[in-house]
């Protein structure tokens, strides 16, 4: 596994590389203090498995730098890794093609389980983001001008595959757990979209937040609700 971490801060470089090792022996950490550096980098040797941006560098930066890196290696995830946490940047981003957003006062353990859902071809969001409304635009609930669940006309599986899309898991993960063939998977979403009136799994999940479904907004795999953690620059800079 070879991953790509585009920071300007060696600092945050470290901390990011030391935690990403956690995954396993296996992986291979590369490092790039901007987006000119990460694109020659990688063009040259094994396929990039997955790309860690931040937001803020020099040059090239912000979404447009999203934008880049996935027109030009459009089979590789980008993750976000971003001081700026406000819900507009998030959307942004992954409305941009991102993968993941998560926010540099995230603990070791988000950052963890956020990068394995990735991976598994599912995308994640800060749970803060599902925790409100859009600022500027009217909540999921009030574009479908729906009272309850039971409107949507969904049917109990459906509703299953949109609870597992605000938990961003990937389509591979609902046909395991659901027991169904992707295509059925895909049937189910189209069917989803439809209803909710959205063309994004982004709006999906938000949407399934703001119908109740999301668990806990994602709760992150092997966190515990409401634990205090300092994020994981501070965790892994200390002594």
């Not at 990688?42 to 498995?49: C, K």
């Not at 590789?76 to 957003?101: K, N």
């Not at 599912?122 to 409100?132: A, C, F, I, T």
């Not at 992150?220 to 994981?232: D, I, K, M, N, V």
Request: charged share 20%; glycine share 8%.
């Amino acid at each position: 596994m070879r991953v790509l971490v585009i920071d300007d801060h060696p600092l945050i470089q470290e901390a990011v590389r030391n935690v990403l090792r956690r995954i396993g022996e296996h992986i291979a950490i590369e490092l790039a203090n901007g987006c000119a550096q990460g694109f020659s980098i990688a063009s040259e040797g094994a396929e990039l498995d997955l790309v860690v941006l931040d937001l803020n560098l020099p040059g090239l930066s912000g979404v447009a730098a999203v934008k880049a890196w996935r027109t030009r290696f459009p089979a590789v995830p980008v993750i976000v890794l971003s001081a700026a946490g406000d819900q507009q940047t998030v959307l942004a981003a992954m409305g941009a093609g991102a993968a993941g957003f998560i926010p540099k006062s995230s603990t070791n353990e988000v950052m963890l389980a956020a990068v394995r859902l990735v991976m598994d071809g599912g995308k994640y969001l800060p749970p803060e983001v599902l925790s409100r409304p859009v600022i500027g635009a009217p909540s999921p609930r009030a574009r479908l001008t729906v009272p309850s669940l039971e409107t949507l006309g969904l049917t109990q599986r459906q509703m299953e595959v949109l609870r597992m899309i605000g938990e961003g898991a990937a389509n591979k993960t609902i046909c395991r757990r659901l027991g169904l063939a992707e295509r059925t998977v895909k049937t189910h979403i189209t069917a989803v979209f439809r209803a909710l009136n959205v063309t994004s799994r982004t709006q999906a999940a938000l949407a399934a937040a703001d119908l109740g479904l999301a668990r806990n907004a994602r709760q992150p795999l092997g966190s515990r609700e409401g634990q205090h953690a300092s994020s994981f620059v501070d965790e892994e800079l200390a002594p």
